[in-house]
């Protein structure tokens, strides 16, 4: 069946400017993720959403940062004013629920120029 | 929160040699220890998990086992092959009623498998 489902694969934006990703997970998953990955770096925990709740997002780092997952499927991590330290590849990741494997999505590699 | 430390960063083996990579972690709760697998440029991959009821899993050529009391854990790659190159991750977490199942991951390993 099909897996997590992230777009763009890549975006490029100018530094202040502001940006949506979009992560689709996997179909009747209760459990979503965000990560960030820098290079050579192991994923590091952004925020997690139970339903439509972001039950955690005690990994966003700032209050640019802001994640909705409004009907408690597709999640859209969004981004104002980025930074050129924003530029990472980050990583959606759903399961069935809280007790079960993560999947991970191909990602979305974020340039700020 | 949860620290998760990974060695080696790097690992180089000949080909039919075995690989271990091993991991510590902080958090006594934790009892949830999957690895992933990442090509470069692709998803990170499950390849094998373990619970903390349990010492050992194994999977063909991969094991992994678990001290609970030392808070470690290793991944053994065994009879190892060019297509084993990759970073591999180790992550932990605490599953179960009242938490959310994230994933704290140890900062990789890459492994280069020569033929």
């Known amino acids: 069946g099909a897996g997590v489902s992230q777009t763009p694969s890549n975006k490029v934006t100018e530094k202040g400017k502001y940006v949506e990703l979009r992560c689709d997970p996997i179909?009747?998953?209760?459990?979503l993720y965000w990560y960030r990955q820098s290079l050579g770096q192991g994923p590091e925990f952004l925020i997690y959403?139970?339903?439509?709740?972001?039950?955690?997002d005690s990994g966003l780092p700032n209050d640019r940062f802001f994640a909705v997952r409004p009907e408690g499927s597709v999640s859209t991590l969004k981004i104002q004013r980025t930074e050129r330290g924003d530029s990472a590849v980050y990583l959606c990741?759903?399961?069935?629920?809280?007790?079960?494997?993560?999947?991970f999505g191909n990602g979305t590699r974020l340039t700020v120029t | 929160g949860e620290n998760v430390e990974q060695h080696p960063s790097t690992l180089s083996v000949q080909e039919g040699d075995s690989a271990v990579i091993k991991c510590t972690y902080s958090d006594s709760a934790s009892n949830y220890f999957p690895w992933y697998k990442q090509e470069l440029g692709k998803r990170p991959q499950l390849i094998i998990d373990?619970?903390?009821?349990?010492g050992e899993k194994k999977d063909q050529r991969i094991a992994v086992t678990l001290n609970k009391t030392a808070k470690h854990f290793s991944l053994h790659i065994t009879e190892t092959q060019p297509e084993d190159s990759a970073v591999y991750f180790c992550a932990a977490s605490t599953q179960g009623s009242g938490n959310t199942g994230k994933l704290i991951f140890g900062q990789g390993t890459t492994l280069q498998v020569k033929p």
């Open positions: 179909s009747g998953h209760t459990a």
């Open positions: 990741a759903s399961s069935l629920n809280v007790n079960s494997p993560l999947h």
């Open positions: 959403f139970q339903g439509t709740g972001a039950a955690d």
């Open positions: 373990i619970r903390s009821n349990v």
